[in-house]
């Protein structure tokens, strides 16, 4: 028990660094999700942006899952089987930290997640104000992909099963949806406040992918899930929540959380005698003010 636990300490310390390096090593001009939609919105349209972003995220996520898949099962007698045996061995199911594996896991079952995203959408739907519908298309749709994507990959991939009651399928199902539910909840959230700094909203993500760890550690710690369908879980989840992200950002493009970049950008364009006709548009109809 306490090699678990020293391990579950170790991986959530090692996504906290990771999430810390990819912060301070990744220039802000790259962008993200946010700003990436946000960039969309005002190329394409808020809607159309929404719809090509999800659409082809979701292809590309599938196209990636199913060599994915095939690969995981040819793992299962060589990877799969041996930490199954080696986990099995060192699980004390009358032990503390068996009983907080057992309750952190049920955050990503989903009858919590059905609750938290209804939850969710109503007290987001209050406060966007007219704009109510933004966090109930952006939290159906996502709860939809993720919901029917991993029971489709399950039939395609149709994986043997751990030799466990209740037993998880490929993907790990916990796990993207800890990444992907609750994922788009914040975006949603840092929209809406629109005044976070990069340092706030990188500590988010970084607290969601610790949260991620510490979920696809309990479901392989209870025996849930064959140790390869949790990795594939996290790209799964990953993936989907970049489209996702991308995909809502550019819903919400009246946030002031990236206001202060488009005045400066119209102000150099208006020295510069480069703005476009399109620009003034833009800017004239309050597009980027909430």
């Not at 310390?13 to 990819?22: E, K, R, T």
């Not at 955050?107 to 109930?136: E, H, K, M, N, Q």
């Not at 994986?159 to 992907?180: E, N, W």
């Not at 995909?247 to 364009?269: I, P």
């Amino acid at each position: 028990m306490v090699l678990l636990a020293v391990i579950l300490v170790a991986l959530v310390l090692l996504s906290v660094g990771l999430g810390i390096a990819v912060h301070r090593l990744v220039p802000e001009r790259w962008g993200g999700p946010l700003r990436w939609g946000r960039s969309l919105a005002l190329r394409m349209g808020s809607v159309s942006a929404f719809l090509v972003v999800s659409v082809v995220g979701v292809i590309v996520t599938f196209l990636v899952m199913l060599p994915v898949g095939v690969l995981v099962k040819s793992l299962q007698d060589s990877v799969d089987l041996p930490v199954f045996k080696w986990t099995l061995g060192l699980v004390n199911s009358g032990s503390a930290f068996a009983k907080f594996n057992s309750y952190a896991t049920t955050l990503g079952d989903r009858s919590t997640i059905d609750l938290v995203c209804v939850i969710a959408a109503l007290i987001l739907s209050f406060a966007y104000g007219r704009r109510w519908w933004i966090p109930v298309v952006a939290i159906g749709v996502t709860f939809f992909a993720q919901h029917e994507g991993q029971l489709l990959l399950a039939q395609l991939l149709a994986r043997d099963l751990p030799p466990v009651a209740h037993p998880g399928t490929f993907p790990s199902g916990g796990v993207s949806r800890v990444i992907v539910d609750y994922g788009v909840i914040i975006v949603l959230v840092i929209l809406l406040i629109g005044t976070l700094s990069r340092q706030w909203r990188a500590g988010l993500w970084i607290g969601l992918g610790a949260f991620a760890t510490i979920e696809g550690f309990t479901r392989g710690y209870l025996l849930l899930h064959w140790i390869t369908d949790i990795f594939a879980g996290y790209i799964f989840g990953w993936m989907l929540f970049v489209t996702f992200a991308t995909a809502v950002a550019a819903l919400e493009t009246r946030t002031s959380l990236f206001s202060g970049e488009r005045h400066a950008s119209n102000d150099r364009d208006r020295i510069s005698g480069d703005e476009s006709p399109g620009d003034r548009v833009g800017s004239a109809s309050g597009l980027d003010h909430g």
